[in-house]
């Protein structure tokens, strides 16, 4: 009764399954089961973990990555990965479980398109873009024009995500990823930030982005407060509800809109003084004395 | 389409064994070690990776064996916890320390907890605390509250293990003379422990071997626990056996009609059986108090809740795995539902149950002196509404079993608390003399009870009945939490009363407890709360009452406690309030009023010793002092982090109220020297197996390990009650006691020895060393009974106690027993964000029979109450899953220093008194408690979520703006003194 298994070690051969057949994608699992549930699964899947250089952080000569969609949170999370990428490191580590970390891919995260999910707001604050194949060729697309919506992507029917893309990011740039959750471990979270900043010489901001997650259907960048922030000390930095227009809060079993929206401006402002923190600390701000 | 990459042969290495099998697509990992490949010590829990109990070393690397495919696995290594065991040193060191360290309850985690802990000692040599709860912080237990696995890991990966704290504490060669108090400190978390004696390769010592009452030996269980081989619900079905599947509710209440189940079936091969309420031979109810039974096994016209039965689907298990659920021929007519009390109480609400009007299932009440007299007389009174969440017990085995026929009589094998009533509650709806049905319990992967009542156990019979073959089931982890038992909601509204001087006067306590959509142990709680709604304090004047409301939600049932932890939140926050009110020290308030020796109970029970609250308030003092100077300290600094302290009691009557609750337990010895006890009194991994068998041995004047245990069954082992209300210990210890104490006798007798002898059990022979004579009684020449034993004896203890009267007065326990706990929170007042630094819990336990077991229970019950404190509320329909539904992990439990008070019961065996509610109940009050001590809010409806928080921080900025004629919000960060 159940479905046939493909796991292709091509990515031609997946796509060739893809085109032909009504089949689902599978990675890590750790969406895919959960989703099923009890049912028996009727469609075909198509494995995507054994393809051949799908796995892997590549550095390319211009600075950027390349993180495979098979790439597990594991392997982000052991990864000599420039400061930039440490909130992405920190978001991995704080995925589900290292069960979880140890199957789950960040393409997967990406695809299954949840607001909560903890890979995006990171992936925001690196100008993230994802790298799609089909049989009629590559295509990339930046990370906010791919995921739609809750639990829907910019995926065509027979195309696959093949890859993360990181462009290099600012010199000196530092970041940091807070996640807030009812408890340690194994957790949705309620909101989570991520940032990556740079201070100038003289210790103020001179790059900040900032994601958010968990509190729209789909993680957002706060631009405005971005744009405001630069030439500003990280302390001296409030946000203001107009600083967070861009999100949508809502009620859930987790928290309420209201909650949301006042924890999230306090996540928003430790975060940035958070990586303000390393970017000192790392004398990224040479000789500034109160970052 | 290229055929060459599809798969339908899998091969991987399975604890160094090569594997080969055809595999569908997509089956998971899991289900193929667990039902192909024989693999059953991987546990599975939620298929959803949300618990890691089926945690696997895939390639070295742990992974939810769930989530992951099998064909995922081909070409690689996976291991399981039988073959680590087996094979890695650092499992096998792990398996010790977890023993030594009762880091195994139940025993469903710890295959989890075992093998991710073994990944993390091959890449970590000597890991820290925070290193362990990291790596295992994926695999959740519900026993333990975690401490004392991460000690476990922690001493395992040591370089140079530390004893362990095991051992025995100190000199106990003076636990028999009753009246003496011992303090005994947990030191787990502190590395301050005591030498071991002597070891072996299983971490024992030659006191685990006598296990005289007060020596900390590990679980008699432990090896079976700990190498994979412990069977619970869903590992023992036979291979032939079919399977079934459940059709229920979608809806919290609809009518419904089945239709056309002949023509379905028509075209579905494989299906053998489709069962309803038409199909029930017996009566088509159940209850857990007959007075009361009011669940249909399948329900008949209307469904009152979601995941409420009406068909079950039995078939070959690859037909049922193939069911397409939403084929099945129902119709289902939504009907307006009631989910609140409020709404269930509205007049226009219609009544759940005929004769139940207004959905008022029962009341309790409990009533002594003049409470409005006294209220109105008092200098100050306080009053509160207190409210409480539905809590899932969310043991980590889901409800599982199989029945077959045997010989013509049914046999189910199931996990469960109370084997005795299973089988009183299953034969009338069979329609079998309860001598027709026998009842064999399987390991038990947590209860906290709601494996009370039936859950499994009818479909499965009923299946059986029908196909006249075994059928097994195993309830998915959505399954569970929509059918079985929560703890009741409570909303309570109380008053109390003192004198400025701090003495208590007059308290009012009225409580209306959501019982869902059957009764269950509804009735308990109503009869329980008013009994235990003063705490254990001195109360001349005093009314409490409390009613069961019905509404279109699970049935509430049993869970630690029975409704008593919701009762000491509203009555502890409020001692709070009065103690804070009158200027007076919170601890110091507590003991003023403290209930005494000789001083009338609510009940009007007066006990003339064993009353402990007051040694356990006393012995928290010297950490009240330090840590409520620690506490200010830290708030110096006046930062977004506060810190505070409280502190809360509990009592807890152990065993049935006012009503018979015998236990009886038989041993015997055999003509080989074997010394059989039956243990009826099922271990669900609190520990009764040991302690049962330390009281029965202590009295037979034997070492424990010379006892066989045989049991829990219903055919070989009397009824030794059910697993619940804290009564094993005191009521099952009691009759394995007289037991253990009738056998000797018989042995002495023999050789007419002095009661001082001592007995020895040898092959085929018992020595009996009297002074300086000794004798051996060659045991074949003895006539051996039915059983084969040649030496037999059979006793009953049934505790004392006295009915109710119309007011609650009467005697309704033989004994109670006591704690306090003493919380540290740190909040944080942006985030609204509660983090427990510290748990300091005091129990009086009379006697402890097994220190380590006793420190088990106290860890795994403060962490519950955390939870229920914190973070646990389950919404019918929206948190029926452990993602949605949280409870606490390895991260949010602190370290717990245990304070072992020992305020012997002349009733309790060797002074035991019972312990496996009392752990939970202090233990939410005093978090809530510190918070309002952090940051001067009471919460007064749990979980105190972040949320919660900060709305009662919002109000609080909002009132104090107001007072000081201020905007709201130009508060932050500038509030006030703490309170």
Not at chain 1, 174 to 195: D, E, P, W
Not at chain 2, 148 to 173: F, N
Not at chain 2, 695 to 717: E, K, Q, S
């Amino acid at each position: 009764m159940t479905g046939e298994y493909f796991a292709p070690t091509r990515l031609d051969e997946a796509l060739d399954v893809l085109a032909t057949r009504d089949a689902v994608v599978v990675a890590g699992g750790t969406d895919y089961y959960p989703a099923l549930g009890t049912r028996a699964e009727r469609r075909d899947l198509v494995d995507l973990s054994r393809i051949a250089g799908l796995r892997g952080i590549e550095r390319l000569a211009d600075g950027s990555l390349r993180i495979g969609a098979a790439t597990t949170w594991s392997d982000v999370a052991r990864a000599a990965l420039p400061p930039a990428c440490a909130g992405l490191q920190a978001a991995a580590r704080g995925v589900g479980s290292v069960q979880i970390q140890n199957s789950a891919t960040l393409a997967g995260n990406l695809c299954n398109a949840s607001p909560a999910a903890d890979g995006v707001p990171p992936l925001l604050t690196l100008d993230a873009a994802v790298e799609i194949a089909g049989r009629s060729g590559r295509r990339h697309l930046a990370l906010q024009d791919f995921i739609l919506g809750p639990r829907r992507t910019a995926l065509r029917p027979g195309e696959v995500v093949v890859a993360i893309r990181l462009p290099a990011p600012p010199a000196g740039a530092v970041s940091a990823f807070h996640k807030l959750g009812a408890r340690r471990y194994l957790v949705i979270s309620i909101a989570m930030t991520a940032v990556v900043l740079s201070l100038g010489p003289d210790g103020r901001i001179a790059a900040l982005r900032v994601a958010v997650g968990a509190c729209s259907p789909v993680a957002r960048r706060l631009g405005a407060l971005e744009a405001e922030a630069v030439g500003r000390y990280a302390d001296t930095l409030a946000v203001t509800p107009a600083h967070l227009a861009p999100l949508s809060p809502i009620d859930d079993v987790r928290a309420d809109a209201a909650y949301r929206h006042e924890a999230v401006a306090e996540q928003v402002q430790r975060a940035v003084r958070a990586a303000a923190a390393v970017a000192a600390a790392a004398g990224a701000g040479a000789g500034a004395g109160d970052g | 389409m290229d055929k060459r990459v599809g798969i339908d042969r899998v091969a991987f290495r399975l604890n160094g064994r090569a594997v080969d099998l055809r595999a569908g697509g997509g089956e998971r990992l899991s289900r193929v070690l667990r039902e192909r490949l024989g693999a059953r010590d991987v546990k599975v829990g939620c298929d959803a990776g949300d618990c890691g109990a089926c945690t696997v070393l895939v390639d070295g690397a742990p992974v939810c064996a769930c989530l992951m495919p099998v064909q995922q696995a081909a070409g690689r290594r996976v291991e399981t916890v039988a073959g680590l065991v087996a094979e890695d040193p650092s499992a096998q060191r792990l398996v010790a320390s977890f023993a030594d360290h009762g880091a195994a309850q139940c025993g469903v985690c710890t295959p989890g907890m075992l093998v991710s802990a073994t990944a993390l000692l091959r890449e970590e040599t000597a890991p820290d605390a925070d290193a362990v709860a990291d790596a295992l912080g994926g695999v959740l237990c519900r026993c333990t509250g975690y401490r004392k696995i991460i000690d476990a890991v922690v001493h395992a990966g040591s370089p140079e293990p530390t004893p362990t704290p095991a051992a025995d504490y100190g000199d106990c060669g003076d636990w028999g003379d009753g009246g003496n108090r011992h303090d005994r400190r947990d030191r787990g978390d502190r590395g301050d422990r005591v030498d071991r004696r002597e070891s072996d390769d299983w971490g024992g010592r030659h006191d685990r071997r006598d296990g005289r009452p007060g020596t900390s030996i590990p679980r008699l269980d432990a090896r079976a626990k700990l190498d994979g081989t412990e069977r619970f619900g869903d590992d023992v079905a036979p291979a032939d056996a079919l399977a079934l599947r459940i059709v229920r509710s979608p809806h919290h209440r609809a009518a419904f009609a089945l239709g056309d189940i002949a023509a379905w079936r028509a075209h579905r091969p494989g299906i053998v059986a489709v069962l309803s309420a038409a199909d029930i031979p017996g009566i088509n109810r159940f209850g857990v108090i007959p007075p009361f039974a009011d669940q249909p096994v399948f329900a008949e016209s209307e469904a009152r809740f979601r995941g409420e039965a009406v068909a079950a689907v039995v078939g070959e298990p690859a037909a049922i795995e193939a069911l397409d659920e939403a084929s099945f021929p129902v119709a289902w007519t939504p009907l307006p539902e009631t989910l609140t009390m409020d709404q269930a109480t509205a007049p226009e609400a219609a009544d759940l149950h005929p004769g139940r009007a207004g959905n008022v299932m029962c009341r309790g009440r409990v009533a002594c002196g003049d409470a409005d007299a006294a209220l109105r007389a008092a200098d100050l009174v306080v009053e509160g509404r207190f409210a409480t969440a539905f809590v899932e017990h969310a043991y980590i085995e889901p409800e599982a079993g199989f029945a077959r026929l045997v010989d013509g009589r049914l046999e189910v094998h199931a996990c469960t608390q109370a084997p005795v009533m299973d089988r009183e509650c299953l034969a009338p709806i069979l329609a079998l003399d309860e001598a027709a049905v026998r009842i064999v319990p399987t390991g038990v992967g947590g209860g906290f009870g709601s494996k009370l009542d039936l859950s499994i156990q009818p479909f499965l019979a009923l299946a059986t009945l029908k196909t006249g073959r075994p059928v097994r089931h195993a309830y998915g982890r959505q399954e569970s939490m929509q059918s079985t038992t929560k703890r009741h909601p409570g909303d309570m509204r109380v008053r109390i009363g003192a004198t400025r001087d701090g003495r208590l006067s007059g308290m009012a306590f009225e409580g209306r407890f959501n019982t869902g959509a059957y009764a269950s142990w509804g009735p308990t709680v109503a009869n329980r709360v008013p009994v235990h709604a003063s705490g254990p304090y001195r109360l001349a004047d005093y009314r409490a009452e409390a009613m069961g409301i019905h509404t279109h939600c699970p049935p509430s049932g049993a869970f630690r406690g029975f409704g008593v932890p919701q009762a000491a939140i509203a009555q502890e926050s409020l001692f709070d309030e009065l103690a804070e009110r009158l200027g007076h020290d919170r601890l110091a308030f507590r003991l003023r009023n403290a209930l005494d020796n000789g001083v009338p109970t609510v009940c009007g029970q007066v006990f003339d010793q064993g009353v402990g609250i007051r040694a356990c308030l006393t012995t928290l003092q010297p950490a009240w002092a330090a840590e409520c100077a620690a506490a200010t300290a830290f708030n110096r600094a006046r930062g977004t982090l506060r810190r505070g302290v409280g502190v809360a009691s509990g009592w807890y009557g152990c065993g049935n109220t006012s009503l018979p609750n015998p236990s009886t337990i038989k041993a015997g010895i055999r003509a080989d020297g074997t010394v059989v006890l039956h243990q009826g009194a099922v271990d669900i991994g609190q520990g009764s197996n040991t302690v049962i068998a330390q009281i029965f041995a202590h009295a037979l004047g034997v070492p424990v390990g010379a006892v066989a245990l045989l049991g829990a069954d219903t055919d070989i082992t009397p009824d030794a009650g059910k697993t619940s209300a804290s009564r094993q210990t005191f009521v099952s210890g009691n009759a394995a006691r007289l037991s253990g104490e009738s056998l000797r006798r018989q042995v002495l007798k023999l050789v007419n020895a002095a009661e001082t002898s001592v007995i020895e059990p040898g092959a085929g022979v018992l020595c009996i060393r009297d002074g300086a004579r000794r004798h051996a009684v060659e045991l074949a020449r003895l006539s051996a009974d039915g059983d084969g034993y040649v030496l037999a004896a059979c006793e009953t203890y049934d505790p004392p106690t006295r009915p109710l009267d119309a007011d609650g007065q009467g005697a309704p326990y033989a004994q109670f027993g006591y704690a306090a706990h003493l919380a540290v929170v740190e909040v944080d007042r942006a985030l609204g964000t509660t983090r427990v630094v510290k748990l300091v819990a005091a129990h009086d336990v009379g006697r402890a029979i097994n220190p380590l077991l006793v420190e088990g229970q106290v860890h795994g019950g403060v962490a519950q109450g955390l939870g229920m404190a914190l973070m646990e509320e389950y919404l019918p329909g929206r948190t029926e899953n452990l993602q949605d539904y949280l409870i606490p992990t390895m991260g949010d439990v602190p370290p717990i220093e245990t304070l072992i008070v020992e305020e012997a019961d002349a009733h309790g065996p060797y002074g035991a008194k019972g312990l496996g509610e009392h752990a939970l109940i202090p233990t939410a009050p005093a978090i809530l408690n510190a918070i309002k001590h952090a940051i001067g809010v009471r919460i007064t409806q749990v979980p105190a979520t972040p949320a919660r928080v900060r709305a009662a921080l919002r109000r609080q900025e909002h009132e104090q703006a107001q007072a000081q004629g201020r905007e709201p919000g130009q508060q932050r960060g500038q509030e006030g003194e703490d309170g």
